[in-house]
């Protein structure tokens, strides 16, 4: 590893001012699980890493909001998700499927701002944060802005974030209600990184979907909302009919890449089937509820 300088701010503040917007060797470091990596293997050489893991308290704090959403500081580390009572009551699909990301080393060390800014396509906490309309709090030196997830990524390992913008904190809103489900499809060893992951987030009165969100992710270059499958779905009764519909409209409509996980065709069929499959899941008693 190339010698680096490391800073270590006491506030979140003063790790903005830290960064410069015309120099990108100069990163955060949070929990550090997808940046030593990158460093280790040559991907990356920082001239400096801003540490955030001095910054105020708050930052690594998980709250419920009073209207029954998630309020979490950058710094939470995931373990403290998925063993928050609150959010395992009230969103049972985000503890769900954090129990299933990674193992209990990674999560107690990587932050909520670390996995979003990475930007894999591939990770699991994305696409079920787009599915229950999540957003985060960017903060620059100009201020702090609202960034809905949807918007957060912006292709391949890319956000929209500036050089000198840290994600400051994740807000989910409250469900009132809807039903969600998360399926992760692997397809070499039950422990590597998907081939697919699909969220769906519905509401449902009177046995009729009046909104769904569908997201795809892993077989496509950043988690996307399947706009087409959506539309299926709206007005439709909660039917296997309805599901397959709309996983017949999202495999046709997704922009899908082939890679080591499978062909763009082998992808399409997994969105096919798992779409419809994770419908089914947010919808039967078994299932993850909201
Ligand atoms: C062995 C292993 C297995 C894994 N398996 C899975 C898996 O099954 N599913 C899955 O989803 N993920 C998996 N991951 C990825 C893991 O979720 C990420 O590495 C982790 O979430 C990154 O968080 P971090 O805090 O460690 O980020 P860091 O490594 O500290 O940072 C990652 C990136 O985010 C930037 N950054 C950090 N904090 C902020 C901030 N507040 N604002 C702006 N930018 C910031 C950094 O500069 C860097 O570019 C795995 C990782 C490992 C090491």
New binding site residues.
């Given amino acids: 590893m190339i010698p680096f300088e490391l800073s270590e701010p006491d506030t979140f503040a003063e790790a903005v001012s830290l960064l410069d917007p015309e120099d990108p060797t100069i990163?955060?470091?949070?929990?550090?699980?997808?940046?030593?990596?990158m460093m280790k293997s040559n991907v990356f050489s920082p001239s400096r890493l801003v540490s955030?893991r001095g910054v105020e308290t708050r930052y690594s704090e998980v709250d419920l909001t009073p209207e029954g959403g998630i309020r979490a500081g950058?710094?939470a580390r995931?373990g403290t998700l998925e063993r928050h009572a609150g959010i395992v009551g009230a969103f049972p699909v985000l503890a769900d499927t954090l129990r299933?990301?990674?193992?209990v080393r990674?999560r107690n060390?990587?932050?909520v701002?670390?996995?979003l800014?990475?930007a894999?396509p591939?990770?699991?906490?994305p696409p079920v944060l787009l599915a229950l309309d999540a957003s985060v709090t960017a903060i620059s030196p100009s201020g702090q802005r609202m960034i809905p997830i949807g918007d957060l990524f912006a292709g391949y390992y890319e956000t929209s974030?500036a050089p000198d913008?840290?994600?400051?904190e994740l807000s989910v809103p409250a469900q009132n209600g809807r039903v969600s489900a998360y399926i992760k499809c692997t397809t070499r060893s039950a422990?590597d990184?998907p081939a697919l992951g699909v969220a769906v987030s519905l509401d449902i009165a009177e046995g009729t979907i009046v909104d769904a969100r569908v997201v795809v992710s892993a077989a496509v270059e950043k988690p996307t909302r399947m706009q087409d499958a959506e539309i299926a779905l709206k007005g439709a009764s909660v039917s296997e009919a309805a599901f397959r519909a709309a996983g017949e409209a999202a495999a046709v409509a997704a922009d899908v890449i082939s890679d080591v996980r499978g062909s763009a065709p082998y992808k399409r069929q997994l969105i096919r089937v798992n779409v419809a499959r994770a419908l089914a899941k947010a919808t039967s008693s078994g299932g993850m509820g909201s």
């Fill in positions: 990163r955060p470091i949070a929990g550090g699980t997808a940046l030593m990596l955030l950058a710094l995931l299933i990301l990674s193992n990674v060390v990587a932050t701002g670390g996995n800014a990475h894999d591939h990770m699991d906490l974030l913008e840290l994600i400051g422990h990184w």
